[in-house]
């Protein structure tokens, strides 16, 4: 049974660092690209930030670059989101997904196969 669990979500004050962390498991993700996504309450699902399956190219909304950042750790079967500077408009529940195998970093919800189950960031003013 292929799982994505994402851990290390929680209420935070505006300015402050969350670090979260996607752990893969049922299957092997090393060859395709990961990426995190988010969803705030009467929003659409956004994309946040994703790299390639090696780990050397990375893309990020530019609602969070320069704030977030993205890795991987293909031995251990994760990627984390370090989360830097944060602000009230960062409040959405954040979504781990591993794409379909493809060229590139896909940026679309459509392109990723296999979702976690969230977790909750709240960020007080």
């Known amino acids: 049974q292929v799982q994505l669990v994402e851990s290390g979500g929680g209420l935070v004050q505006a300015g402050g660092s969350l670090r979260l962390s996607c752990t893969t498991s049922?299957?092997?993700?090393?060859?395709?690209?990961m990426g995190w996504f988010r969803q705030a309450p009467g929003k659409e699902r956004e994309f946040v930030a994703a790299?390639?399956?090696?780990?050397?190219?990375?893309d990020y909304a530019d609602s969070v670059k320069g704030r977030f950042t993205i890795s991987r750790d293909n031995a251990k079967n994760t990627v984390h989101l370090q989360m830097n500077s944060l602000k009230p408009e960062d409040t959405a529940v954040y979504y781990c997904?591993?794409?379909?195998?493809?060229?590139?970093?896909?940026?679309?919800?459509?392109?990723?196969?296999?979702w976690g189950q969230g977790t909750q960031v709240t960020v007080s003013s």
């Open positions: 997904a591993a794409a379909v195998p493809r060229r590139g970093i896909p940026t679309t919800p459509t392109s990723y196969a296999y």
């Open positions: 049922g299957r092997t993700f090393s060859s395709v690209a």
């Open positions: 790299i390639s399956w090696r780990g050397g190219s990375t």
